[in-house]
T-cell receptor, first 112, second 115 residues
């Protein structure tokens, strides 16, 4: 069984602060996706990274896939209350890209 | 993109009963996925449903407890059978987002409470 550990589990910060969420595994993934989930909704895809060392930016969010494709990070610059939610990384297994393994989740709260 | 309609959005059920959750997609998709999200936790894949064949269940999940139907390329149901309080969770369906290589679209989930 492939496991994806996220850290921190919980994060409460003030508006304007920066933060980084980590997603680590001992297994190699063919792709790594990041989702955000708000209460009462399903997860919404933020980004997919597929190449070791790849960095993608989405406005204030920066995503990085580790060189060995075993880990990833999400960095948020100048967090806003709208960033509040549950952040989930999800790995696509080599050879079976349709099957996702979700990380343990990071619950972020951004206050004014 | 795909739009998924999942219902019911929530339900409170008596132990020992069964609940069927429906998932309707606005486009034809090959595979549909059913996940469970226990309170405060991440998502765990229950099974993958292909049209015209038996669903493939993940370790720890069995067909007798979670029977799945996939009658066509836009619809699937998941039944939670003989429920106990431990089945209280959010159940979500998901499909590969059309036109993307790795993206997935999720329904808004069914919040089930078993009393």
């Amino acid at each position: 069984t492939q496991l994806l550990e996220q850290s921190p589990q919980f994060l409460s910060i003030q508006e304007g602060e920066n933060l980084t969420v980590y997603c680590n595994s001992s297994s190699v993934f063919s792709s790594l996706q990041w989702y955000r989930q708000e209460p009462g909704e399903g997860p919404v895809l933020l980004v997919t990274v597929v190449t070791g060392g790849e960095v993608k930016k989405l406005k204030r969010l920066t995503f990085q896939f580790g060189d060995a494709r075993k880990d990833s990070s999400l960095h948020i610059t100048a967090a806003q209350p709208g960033d509040t939610g549950l952040y989930l990384c999800a790995g696509g297994e080599s050879g079976t890209a349709s099957k996702l393994t979700f990380g343990t989740g990071t619950r972020l709260q951004v206050t004014l | 993109s795909a739009v998924i309609s999942q219902k019911p959005s929530r339900d409170i059920c008596q132990r020992g009963t069964s609940l069927t959750i429906q998932c309707q997609v606005d486009s034809q998709v090959t595979m549909m996925f059913w996940y469970r999200q226990q309170p405060g936790q991440s998502l765990t894949l229950i099974a993958t449903a292909n049209q015209g064949s038996e669903a493939t269940y993940e370790s720890g999940f069995v067909i007798d407890k979670f029977p799945i139907s996939r009658p066509n390329l836009t619809f699937s149901t998941l039944t939670v059978s003989n429920m106990s309080p431990e089945d209280s969770s959010i159940y979500l369906c998901s499909v590969e987002t059309p036109g993307t290589a790795y993206g997935y679209t999720f329904g808004s989930g069914t919040r089930l409470t078993v009393v």
